[in-house]
């Protein structure tokens, strides 16, 4: 272990009592509590943290915050973490990391760690907590607002940490939240400002498990403040990226925040006043000043006083002529800017300030313009955003320098992240390109993580020079989200895996489970795709449920059917007008298949609809239908119809429904509800009763989609597990078989009924599905009516649904196979007939079939076509889409 | 995420709400007596303006009210509800 | 009415971690189940004459509650109301709801299953909501006897600040997931992994 020489006897916020182990490029180190990765560095002399990621140029520690553009740093131990500024890595114990030269490297097993992300309001939230955001913030909270102030440190203070200052307090008060170590990244429309807080990084492997490791603040603001700064900036001149070059506020941080001599004899360059305090306190920690270096023709008379009674020497109208050293700034040459002798320095450390540019990111994201800003050298916000934003803080003033003449443009950086030099833009500019936001591109300046926070202007201002133009006149690139990286686990937080997107499960959901039903995806629910038995497969379980279903009786939770009751006087009015058929006729105890469809005649959904009163209705919809069918009807009713007296509820979870279906159904049925006449007669197909259901009350409805005698019991979502367990013990006797959605899926298409989403598309007509039979011709209009006379909705070469039987009755054709009309493929490109919407293995037809979309498919019933599978055309023959019991015989038992 | 104003619940976030495109496009009185033209114009055409445009939104996740707002596209900024 | 034995509420089935993140929260959280209350949807024109008669009050300001004997209305929209009484009270409000309506259109449908409830208690309670609510909770905007339907967990909720917490109505189908949430959003409080 190395000693940390660069540590300053005494001063800084670092706790000197807490020694920190870690370990650098393989070796070991010590720092103290309040470090960054970066000040520990330079606590223990290393400045050159990696190489550069396109020239493999020697890097060094540059700044001292989120705008490091050169020391990243990958993250091995407690756990791996690629790219890191070392300069926003606070310093844990048993931290190990290592120098990047590019890309970093992404975890190769889960992150333990909890992520999160959480809702707040306030009346003011103010970003930054350094003295204008403190003021601010205690101003709008004595006001009695609601405050919120967040800032990336770990400490409030902002520019007071780096000059060693005092913090003002923040009056203590409920209503005044101060989020550290936050860093917002996003500001988006109504002042929603979305941050990231690191809880517990800073804790490395003692970071306790049960708190989120980073949390996503949402933050929702009536005004936000931005409080954020300004982040220096370099010059562009040979050579400016060794090792030892260093932003001069970060210098400053470095001795007074964290009591570390970045260097022991240092060089210093500015554009500005600013560099001259942090030439004072390097000085006054230990650091030799070699020279300050001021560009602007007579300095600053006041600051060389002070400097003077340091002896330190001044020269005013001076700038870098040379920079010595490759691992490390060896020695620097001054010149004056109009010639004259050089002067060669011995330093290892060479401080530039290029001026400073306020920190407008998030203005800028907000819809707010920036102004450049003579006084400044730098852009501005210029108070012109529509959101309710204020931009508070000081600035410094200087004289806008881009670059220094002579040496080498090719090592003269702007950009050092990306390697972007003078030489690139002069490329660039030599192209004929005039845009910024070409040069971005052309170039990649400003595009790397740290989005030109140290580099925008400068290249801004390079461009300008190169091009002869005003750099006011040519602005910046176009600020975006996020501010600094966030980790995707931050922002996936806790909506990952099974809580990506809400599970819906029926009151069935957990005998499903039991019975080791695999589950297949319908919209957001789980329903049970199908029950194997001991040693079955998909297969063998669906063709042993069908043939249950075709033979004998079996049983499906069908409790995921979109319902909703229409109630009022004009509800039979309200129907009429959205479903394609009429059903204003129905009887009470009467039940009809529906088909709705969009202005533009396309199929949106059908179900069946139930009058159970005069004026009331129960209508289904399919399962990933119901809440859009539901909005559908109350966009009629509101924006297009409001006179009519209908009220339309979703009661989808206030039924549970047990479908019962075979030959075998009826008994079953008889057996639950003894009072009910289950007859032939007094039971007719398509209608309802009221029914007490093995002691639980419900309705009892002749629905058949499977074409079989079948029966749809509803009683209460909580009497779904009774009613369940009430059906298989009335069954046991027959044998009753429960199946699932895939056996459902079979027995609908052999008897060519649809499935709203699957056969269709939002291209297709009831008529393309055969389905005109449930098109009135009687009603004046409907919801799509209009559009069955277009002439592209009464083409003959439309798809139409059909069935398809391939010649290999063992061939199963996928979902979404093409259809051709060779039996060899033509020159690409291959007209294609349709595409396969359904396929499946058969017990009833003891073959595979499949339901097609197929041009003119009606016509063509009969005819022998092609579906490509790799690199086999597979033999079909097109048949009617109705492939079992066509006559309907079944259905009655 | 823009905040809303729900004439009945009041701002809430733009995730709790169904875009209805532009308001103002009845459904015909008669379309049986419209020409096919006339038809998809009402089916098809909508206007796209940079600016102010009046559109429809349902407040799906609250009080499931339909209503109008007038957006500018340009800033998502609500200049009339 | 006697509550047939039959039924099972749609978070039984969580009772048991639901009171393990009571247990372990020590106090900052309290979470279980309410089944079976009474809930019936209200429709109706609330300046009709038939507003008057319904023997219970409505409330007419958006996201707020009346309460009349052990029954409380919660506004969901300008003419739709969610009447919550205590269990197997459906056919008592709902026969005495419809008839005060007259002749005037109004629409009482029973959907005491469709949702069931949660209560939430504790001083940590908001903090909890916010991890995926996000309406503002705070006293100041959202006091005793206001409600919302909005979104919680990405689950279509309503939340009605109800002493001595919240009660949340969720959807049954999506009641487990909602309890999933909670309860995985309570580890902060619980120190017990999911
Ligand atoms: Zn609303």
């Known amino acids: 272990m190395t000693g940390q020489e660069f540590r300053t006897d005494r001063g800084g916020l670092v706790d000197r009592s807490r020694p920190l182990r870690f370990r650098f490029d393989g070796r070991d180190y010590t720092g103290y509590e309040g470090d960054t990765l970066a000040s520990a560095l330079l606590a223990n002399g290393v400045h050159r943290t990696g190489a550069s990621i396109r020239l493999g140029r020697p890097r060094g520690i540059f700044s001292a915050g989120v705008e490091e553009p050169n020391a990243l740093v990958q993250i091995e131990e407690p756990f791996p973490e690629p790219m890191l500024p070392a300069t926003t890595v606070e310093l844990y114990d048993g931290l190990v990391a290592r120098g990047l030269g590019g890309r970093g490297r992404l975890a190769d097993r889960p992150d333990p760690a909890r992520y999160d992300a959480i809702h707040a309001h306030c009346d003011v939230l103010v970003v930054g907590a350094g003295p204008a955001g403190l003021a601010a913030a205690s101003a709008a909270a004595s006001a009695g607002g609601r405050v919120i102030v967040i800032d990336d440190q770990p400490r409030p203070g902002g520019s007071l940490l780096g000059a060693g200052s005092p913090v003002p307090e923040l009056p203590p008060n409920p209503e005044l939240r101060l989020l550290t170590r936050t860093t917002a990244f996003g500001y988006y429309d109504d002042n929603y400002v979305v941050a990231v807080e690191r809880r517990t990084n800073h804790l490395g492997a003692n970071a306790p498990a049960h708190l989120s490791r980073e949390r996503i603040w949402r933050i929702r603001a009536r005004e936000v403040v931005l409080a954020t700064g300004a982040h220096e900036r370099s010059l562009a001149f040979a050579d400016n990226d060794r090792p030892g070059v260093m932003l001069a506020g970060a210098a400053r941080t470095y001795v007074n925040r964290y009591g570390v001599r970045p260097g022991r004899r240092a060089v210093v360059m500015t554009t500005n006043d600013s560099a001259y305090a942090a030439a004072l306190d390097l000085h006054a920690a230990g650091v030799e000043i070699a020279a300050v270096a001021d560009l602007r023709p007579g300095g600053s008379p006041a600051w060389a006083q002070r400097c003077a009674e340091r002896g330190i020497d001044v020269l005013d109208g001076h700038a870098v002529a040379r920079v010595i050293g490759e691992d490390r700034v060896s020695a620097v040459t001054l010149r004056r800017k109009d010639g004259g002798p050089a002067r060669d320095l011995d330093a290892d450390l060479l401080l530039v300030s290029g001026g400073w540019n306020p920190v407008a990111a998030l203005y800028s994201q907000a819809g707010g313009r920036l102004t450049y800003d003579e006084e400044l050298g730098a852009f501005r916000p210029d108070g012109s955003c529509r959101q309710a934003v204020t931009v508070v803080g000081t600035h410094t003033p200087g004289i806008a320098v881009w670059t220094l003449p002579g040496g080498d443009p090719a090592t003269a950086f702007v950009d050092l ?29 400003g595009t790397a993580h740290d989005q030109g926070k140290t580099s925008g202007t400068l290249t801004s201002g390079v461009v300008a020079g190169l091009i002869g133009a005003e750099i006011g006149e040519l602005g910046t690139t176009t600020f975006r989200p996020p501010y600094a990286p966030v980790s995707f686990a931050a922002l996936a937080g806790r909506d990952r895996g099974l809580r990506y997107d809400p599970v819906r499960v029926t009151a069935l959901h957990a005998w499903h ?5 695999p589950f297949e995806n319908v919209g957001q629910w789980k329903r049970p795709w199908y029950y194997p038995g001991d040693g079955e497969d998909m297969v063998t379980a669906v063709l042993r449920e069908c043939r249950a279903a075709r033979e004998g009786v079996a049983m499906m939770d069908a409790s995921t059917l979109g319902k909703i009751e229409v109630g009022g006087p004009d509800a039979a009015v309200l129907l009429d007008r959205l479903y394609t058929n009429m059903m204003s006729t129905l009887k009470v105890g009467a039940v009809r298949y529906g088909v709705m469809c969009r202005p533009d005649g396309m ?14 209705f129960l209508v289904t919809t399919t399962t990933g239908n119901a809440a859009a069918v539901l909005d559908w009807m109350e966009e009629w009713l509101q924006t297009e119809w409001p006179e009519l007296r209908v009220h339309c509820t979703s009661v989808t979870e206030q039924w549970a429904t047990v479908a019962v279906v075979g030959p075998r159904s009826r ?13 032939r007669e007094g039971f007719g197909f398509m209608t309802w009763r009221d029914a007490v259901l093995a002691g639980i009350p419900g309705r009892v409805f002749r629905i058949s989609f499977s074409g079989e005698l079948a029966y749809e019991l509803n009683v209460s979502w909580w009497d779904a597990a009774a009613l369940w367990d009430a059906v298989l013990a009335a069954g046991a006797a027959h044998g009753i078989t429960p199946y699932g959605t895939e056996t459902m899926h079979v027995l609908r298409a052999e008897k060519g009924y649809p499935i709203i989403g699957q056969d269709t598309d939002g291209t297709v007509t009831p008529y393309d599905l055969g389905l005109g039979w449930a098109v009135s011709k009687k009603k004046p209009d409907f919801v799509g009516k209009r559009s069955f006379s277009r002439a592209d909705t009464s083409r003959a070469d439309r798809k139409q649904l059909v069935g398809l039987l391939p010649d290999d009755g063992r061939t199963l054709l996928p979902e979404g196979a093409h259809l051709v009309e060779t039996p060899a493929l033509p020159e690409p490109p291959v007209p294609t007939l349709g595409h396969v919407t359904s396929a499946y293995h058969s017990a009833a037809l003891g073959r595979t079939f499949a339901l097609a979309l197929v041009r003119g498919g009606r016509d063509r019933i009969g005819e022998r076509v092609f579906a490509p599978l790799g690199d086999d055309l597979v033999p079909v023959t097109i048949t009617s889409s109705v492939l079992y019991d066509p006559e309907g015989a079944r259905r009655d038992g | 995420m823009m905040l809303i104003p729900c004439p009945w619940c009041g701002p ?29 114009r009402y089916l098809f055409f909508r206007d796209n303006p940079k600016g102010p445009f009046e559109e429809r939104w349902s407040h799906s996740a609250g009080c499931r009210r339909w209503f109008t707002l007038v957006r500018d596209t340009v800033t998502n900024e609500i200049v009339a509800s | 009415m006697a509550e047939p034995t039959t039924r099972h509420s749609p978070l039984a089935g969580a009772a048991d971690r639901l009171a393990r993140v009571t247990d372990a929260a020590g106090g900052a959280i309290a979470m279980a189940e309410v089944p079976f209350l009474t809930q019936l949807d209200l429709r109706l024109d609330p300046k009709g004459p038939a507003a008057a008669a319904l023997g219970v009050t409505l409330p007419t300001h958006a996201c707020t509650s009346a309460r009349s004997g052990d029954v409380d209305v919660l506004w969901l929209g300008p003419d739709e109301w969610l009447v919550v009484g205590p269990p197997g009270a459906a056919e008592r409000l709902a026969g005495q709801l419809r008839p005060a309506a007259g002749s005037e259109h109004v629409s ?43 979104e919680l967990a990405h689950a279509p909720v309503v939340l009605f600040r109800r002493d001595p917490g919240f009660l949340i109505f969720v959807r049954a189908s999506f009641a487990a997931h909602l309890a999933d949430w909670l309860v995985d959003a309570s580890v902060e409080y619980t120190g017990i992994p999911t």
């Open chain 1, 417 to 445: 992240q990306r390697d972007v030099t003078v030489a690139d833009l002069e490329r660039a500019t030599g192209t004929g390109m005039r845009s910024v936001e070409h040069v971005k591109r052309y170039t990649t300046a």
């Open chain 1, 513 to 517: 489970e039991a019975h080791g039903a």
């Open chain 1, 603 to 616: 199929v949106l959904d059908d179900g069946t609809v139930s009058r159970l009163a005069e004026d009331r």
């Open chain 1, 667 to 679: 008994e079953v049925v008889a057996a639950l509800s003894p009072g009910l006449d289950v007859s």
């Open chain 2, 12 to 40: 809430r976030n733009e995730s709790e709400f169904h875009y209805g495109g532009a308001a103002g496009v009845a459904y015909p009185a008669d379309p049986g007596a419209l020409s096919d033209e006339e038809w998809a």
């Open chain 3, 108 to 150: 009482v449908v029973d959907v005491s299953a469709q949702r069931t409830t949660l209560l939430l208690s504790g001083p940590r309670v908001r903090d909890l909501l916010a991890l995926g609510c996000a309406i503002d909770l705070h006293p100041r905007s959202f006091g005793p006897g206001d409600c919302v339907q909005t």
